[in-house]
């Protein structure tokens, strides 16, 4: 029984894992700028390189203390959502 509720926790943990990117953008994130920045006309972002790239400065900039890994859950968050670019 224990095992079986263990599994569950595990697979709820895989399909909303990037519920973290988006949990981590919205608390450090949305108070400058909404999603209407990511769809903005001249948008700055032209690669995956410049999304990785603006994600870092802004993330720095507001000294958020990210770990690598949660920097790229924000970057697959905002591309999954809004720029849809290759990698
Ligand atoms: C202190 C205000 C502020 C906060 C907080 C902020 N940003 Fe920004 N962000 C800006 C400004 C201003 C720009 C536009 C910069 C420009 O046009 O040169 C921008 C632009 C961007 C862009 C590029 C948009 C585009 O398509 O051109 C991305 C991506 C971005 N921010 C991500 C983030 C992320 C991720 C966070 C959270 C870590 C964040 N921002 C937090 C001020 C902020």
């Known amino acids: 029984m224990k095992k079986i509720l263990l599994l569950?926790?595990?697979l709820a943990g895989t399909?909303?894992?990037n519920e973290e990117?988006?949990?981590?953008?919205?608390?450090?994130?949305?108070?400058?700028h909404?999603?209407?920045m990511y769809t903005r006309d001249?948008?700055?972002?032209?690669?995956?390189?410049?999304l990785r790239s603006q994600v870092s400065a802004c993330a720095n900039n507001l000294g958020t203390g990210w770990f690598p890994?949660?920097?790229?859950a924000v970057v697959k968050f905002l591309n999954d959502q809004y720029?849809?670019?290759e990698k």
């Open 8 to 10: 569950s926790v595990l």
């Open 15 to 17: 399909s909303f894992a």
């Open 21 to 32: 990117g988006q949990e981590l953008h919205e608390e450090s994130c949305t108070r400058c």
């Open 34 to 36: 909404g999603s209407e």
């Open 42 to 50: 001249n948008s700055k972002i032209q690669n995956h390189f410049d």
């Open 69 to 72: 890994d949660e920097e790229a």
């Open 83 to 85: 720029y849809k670019l």
